[in-house]
């Protein structure tokens, strides 16, 4: 199982690490390309047939400004996309708007404004359903955070 992560500049590297993160804990493959479809469309192309090759199911894609990427990829591929809008013009909503708003039977998952975190999670999700393992991985992982959430709030907080 693997996941390819792809975003348009050098400066989206910390924005994005949270997708990284999330595929660490749960210990799925991932390789992670800064290409833009503005400015290198052709190598573009040419890695999503790579990344197709090489057996990667999930792709997380993040971009910020005209944040065409999601959308270009999902263009040239079958495999699930998760948009990540990164904040830049606007608080990020015309990155998030451009994502979330794709044509019929093109569709782009979209997660928040610069949660590549959440992105890494939904692509486990993904993951889990075809890989028992990781299944066994995200229930314990949902056991645990339930767990530590009483343990750490519901005791009464002071204020």
């Known amino acids: 199982m693997k996941v390819g992560i792809i975003f348009g500049s050098k400066s989206d590297i910390n924005k994005m690490?949270?997708?990284?993160?999330?595929?660490?804990?749960?210990?799925?493959?991932?390789?992670?390309?800064?290409?833009?479809?503005h400015r290198v469309p052709e190598k573009l192309s040419e890695t999503i047939v790579e990344m197709e090759k090489e057996g990667v199911e999930v792709i997380i894609a993040g971009a910020g400004l005209a944040a065409h990427l999601p959308g270009v990829i999902a263009s040239q591929t079958i495999l699930p996309v998760i948009g990540v809008p990164i904040k830049a013009a606007l608080d990020g909503m015309?990155?998030?708007?451009?994502?979330?708003?794709?044509p019929k039977?093109?569709?782009?998952?979209?997660?928040?404004?610069?949660?590549?975190?959440?992105?890494?999670?939904?692509?486990?999700?993904?993951?889990?359903?075809?890989y028992s393992d990781l299944k066994e991985k995200l229930k314990t992982y949902r056991k645990n955070m339930k767990k530590?959430?009483?343990?750490?709030n519901c005791e009464g907080i002071e204020l």
């Open 17 to 37: 690490k949270g997708a990284a993160d999330a595929l660490k804990e749960f210990d799925v493959q991932y390789k992670a390309y800064i290409l833009s479809a």
């Open 94 to 102: 015309d990155s998030l708007l451009s994502i979330v708003q794709m």
């Open 105 to 130: 039977s093109i569709p782009v998952a979209t997660v928040a404004i610069d949660n590549s975190y959440n992105a890494g999670m939904l692509a486990v999700e993904i993951l889990s359903i075809k």
């Open 148 to 152: 530590k959430f009483i343990e750490e």
